[in-house]
């Protein structure tokens, strides 16, 4: 149910597209009593039109509206809170699963209430992709995809079977069911529309397509000239609900771009360069805007992959704004002609067309490249701004081996058990062409599959030791490469198709085989994995593996030929053909000319045809079998999905505000840069843990655990991997590290959650104490959930990041920032302490004071005053519900 605000700014105008009348909020109108617009970036007048469209005097205020028309006088740097709400919500199955689990409760909660159940729906669309559980465990033959797809159906069937169930039961929600592709490529290809519209009161009301995301590479989507960026699942479960996303007004870098590409330079070349410039000019938190005469050479998918890593450079979005290119692609990804039709007249109308007439917008700051000097590159061995030029690659992990202790053992070769090959350090065990990154960039996807047609033409393969793998992120792909011809030559040299969905970049690379793990680890082996993906952290690819790069897909086919990163590809010899003569890369490497021919296999008629059942699914999904109910009949047995307990017992109205709280207990006692990563339940989970202990209780062997994002849906499983960061360093708990607190009065060493379990029996609140930089990292909803299932009712520390804090208020956690210099350190606190919070009885208001009183093991006192973060009235009300799901659902019961 789409909805507007009031309009007292009267920018409601009428645009006439095709004999057909659309409604629109003018930014031309809104110049005639605002001030001129016309220099401001693309990206800040799609938050100018967002306020416009919902100006209500209450969210958002005509000086909210005024505050982005002068953004040109102090350029963002005002950081003013403005409240967003983007048209749509893209998700991902790990972090989506917990926001379908959120809503089915509420469905119970709104029938316990006496309410009607089918009230809850998303009010605004949302996309789930199912893409993120596809593991690569067979590889490198025509079978590995099927087999691929049996165990991701057998591992995950209480996920799916779920998922299913509310892509039948909600309005306004669609799943995209496993095998599809990838959530960003499926958004780039078939949901986006770049201008959106919705039918309000009779109008068609057209405006921009914006979205937010559960997954940090959402700012793909940029390329298509749709503002969208990821946020943490709270966030993200308030933008359904039809709540603003609580934003600052950022600052706008401009990323000018000349000149064009030199023969043989790809795509992934320029982003590793963009993104090891942008994280030098340091953009974290800002968005980026790209502008130059460089934008017309490239392609649509060019731009998609720039905005793409905008998470790898650090900003948060990597804007590109509609051009002639922008229709070009949506017209050749099967979109209608009514839809390209609009998006033109209307980006014209609102001055948010770019050509070579347009102004340059003025810009916090601004950089620039030549592209034209752009050199082959790979990024690691463990960060993606690390860019390494291709020639220098073999020099730069012999440095890596000398710096770990390795250079001794740098041509040792060790044997393997069962294989008649050994290994040496730098080998290269994973060749990987995975990721929405690259997969979504017909260009690089062809030059690999004619990489391949080259090798295998020359009776090349890869190495022995390499498992290959083609993970694409749409079906589109397999037509196209399929329809090239190129096929055959990907699968002869190892490249089978294994899956559609994000794999190897989040870390679903698969086992490596015994033999190779067992090498590896007994000789503390430093081997390599290249991947076409945008993440390469030690660790997140492989646990075997110590160095990962970044590469295009042409260049991981290429290193899966070579075997070894101590090649210096760009001029070793990197295999013989079956002749026994010497291959160079440049033997294998294809021309632009050749690219650009293998490109006029691809056409129109493929996306319509792959997006026409884009929600049908495999036979594997069309036989789950689900209940055609309103409200899901939670099963006590599952160890995937479980009823929340947020919402029992829950009142139709609010009642008293939220009151003071007395005689809290510790649980943690932290010190700076406390992240998600910290707080979150993420990774493996051990069999020893509180988690890997719930599991074995529930007779789950220990080679299912799966991991913590799989069973997101199940808050027993989380709440008990808040806090259990194996890096977590608890002051309260000296020298243990991991999830570890003290219990008082007692003074037992237990873990957080077996604590927070006997506090919570006794019926003692909770509070955690950190220092500065709370909450940073990616914005994970399960940071804050867990946090509040864990009894603590508020965190105290010298500083937030931002979306942390929103989250915790989204909870209904109190957040409190000490002030007048007043931090853990100065109070002496041990631990041992009780806390007692007051001035939140009776009402609270936006920042204001809060005292709060600490009574010390000897029973000796002191106060202190603490300001309170609900930094907005919109927070004062969530939190004097209990939360933000809690204030949704009482609002909609009382309709």
Not at 170 to 188: E, K, M, R
Not at 578 to 592: A, E, F, Q, R
Not at 643 to 660: N, R
């Amino acid at each position: 149910m789409a909805t507007v605000g009031q309009d007292t700014l009267n920018t409601r105008r009428t645009l006439n597209v095709g004999g057909k009348e659309y409604d629109y909020y003018s930014l031309k109108a809104a110049t005639e009593k605002l001030g001129d617009v016309s220099r401001l970036p693309y990206t800040i007048k799609v938050l100018l039109e967002n306020l416009l469209r919902y100006e209500d005097g209450v969210t958002v205020t005509t000086d909210d509206v005024q505050s982005i028309v002068d953004w040109q006088k102090n350029l963002g740097k005002e950081a003013r809170e403005i409240q967003y709400r983007p048209a749509r919500v893209l998700m991902q199955d790990f972090t989506g699963v917990p926001a379908v689990v959120d809503l089915a409760a509420m469905r119970n909660a709104m029938a316990d209430m006496g309410g009607d159940p089918q009230k809850i729906n998303p009010l605004s669309p949302v996309d789930l992709v199912i893409d993120h559980s596809v593991m690569v465990d067979n590889f490198g033959d025509n079978k590995a995809f099927q087999r691929n797809v049996d165990l991701e159906m057998e591992r995950n069937n209480e996920r799916y079977q779920f998922l299913k169930w509310g892509q039948g039961s909600f309005d306004n929600f669609s799943a995209v069911p496993p095998g599809t592709g990838i959530c960003h490529q499926v958004n780039l290809e078939y949901i986006a529309k770049t201008v959106w519209t919705a039918d309000i009161d009779g109008k068609t009301v057209a405006y921009p397509d914006t979205c937010v995301g559960t997954d940090s590479h959402t700012t793909m989507i940029n390329g298509l000239a749709v503002l969208g960026w990821g946020v943490g699942g709270i966030e993200a479960e308030a933008a359904m609900l039809g709540q603003p996303v609580s934003m600052l007004i950022p600052e706008v870098v401009g990323f000018k771009l000349t000149g064009a590409m030199k023969e043989g330079i790809t795509a992934t070349d320029l982003v590793l360069t963009v993104v090891q410039m942008l994280r030098e000019k340091g953009v974290v938190g800002k968005f980026v805007e790209f502008y130059g005469d460089g934008l017309d050479s490239m392609t649509l998918a060019d731009q998609a992959t720039l905005a793409n890593m905008a998470p790898e450079y650090g900003a948060t979005c990597g804007f590109f704004p509609v051009s002639a290119q922008t229709l070009e692609y949506l017209t050749f990804s099967g979109r209608d002609a009514e839809t390209v039709a609009l998006v033109e007249a209307y980006a014209k109308e609102q001055g948010m067309w770019r050509d070579s007439n347009s102004p340059d917008p003025v810009f916090t700051d601004t950089l620039h490249l030549d592209i034209s000097t752009v050199e082959p590159s790979l990024a690691g061995p463990s960060r993606p701004q690390d860019r390494v030029v291709l020639s220098n690659a073999a020099n730069s992990f012999t440095e890596l081996l000398e710096t770990r202790g390795k250079a001794a053992d740098q041509k040792t070769e060790y044997p393997v058990e069962g294989a008649d090959y050994k290994i040496s350090n730098g080998d290269v065990m994973i060749a990987a062409i995975t990721s929405c990154t690259n997969t979504s960039n017909p260009g690089v996807m062809m030059a690999a599959g004619l990489v391949a047609k080259k090798a295998n033409e020359l009776g090349l393969n890869s190495k022995p030791w390499v498992k290959t793998s083609l993970a694409p992120g749409s079906q589109v792909v397999t037509d196209y490469l399929n329809k090239a011809g190129l096929t055959p030559h990907l699968d002869a040299i190892g490249f089978d198709l294994v899956g559609y969905g994000c794999t190897t970049c989040i870390g679903n690379s698969g086992p490596l085989a015994d033999p190779l793990r067992n090498t590896i680890n007994d000789n503390d082996m430093i081997c390599a994995s290249v991947l076409s993906g945008n993440r390469n952290f030690e660790g997140r690819v492989s646990q075997d593996l110590k160095a990962s790069y970044l590469a295009s897909p042409p260049l991981v086919v290429a290193y899966a030929i070579a075997g070894s990163m101590q090649i210096d590809i760009t001029k070793d010899v990197i295999a013989q053909d079956k002749n026994g003569n010497d291959v160079y890369l440049k033997d294998i490497w294809p021309s632009n000319a050749e690219v650009a021919e293998a490109m006029t296999f691809l056409n129109r008629e493929m996306f319509v045809e792959r997006y026409a059942n884009v929600f049908a699914g495999t036979e594997q999904w069309q036989k789950i079998k689900v209940d055609d109910s309103k409200t899901y009949n939670w099963d006590a047995n599952s160890t995937y999905i479980q009823h929340p307990p947020y919402f029992q017992g829950m009142s139709k109205t609010a009642g008293a505000a939220a009151g003071d709280i007395q005689g809290a207990r510790l649980l943690a006692l932290l010190g700076d840069s406390i992240t998600t990563d910290h707080i979150s339940p993420a990774g493996a989970i051990k069999a020893d843990s509180p988690a890997g202990e719930y599991l074995t209780e529930h007779g789950v062997e220990r080679k299912d655990f799966n991991s913590y994002g799989s069973r997101r849906g199940n808050h027993e499983v989380m709440m008990r991997g808040t806090f259990a960061n194996v890096r977590l360093r608890n002051e309260m708990a000296p020298g243990t590290e991991g999830g570890w607190t003290t219990h008082y009065p007692s003074g037992d060493v237990t873990s957080i959650f077996d604590a927070s379990m006997r506090y919570q029996d006794a019926g003692t609140p909770l509070v955690v104490v950190g220092g500065k930089e709370y909450g940073t990292g990616s914005s994970r909803d399960w940071a804050a959930k867990g946090t509040n299932l864990l009894g603590v009712k508020a965190v105290l520390v010298e500083s937030f990041e931002r979306i942390h804090r929103s989250n915790l208020v989204g909870m209904g956690v109190l957040p409190l920032q000490f002030k007048d210099g007043d931090n853990r350190q100065t109070l002496g606190l041990k631990g041992t302490e009780t806390f007692d919070i007051t001035g939140v009885s009776g009402g609270i208001s936006p920042r204001q004071d809060v005292q709060v009183k600490v009574t010390f093991e000897d029973g000796s006192t002191k106060e202190i005053t603490v300001l309170c973060r609900i930094d907005t009235a919109n927070e004062v009300t969530y939190f004097n519900n209990g939360g933000i799901l809690h204030y949704v659902l009482r609002n909609l019961a009382a309709e």
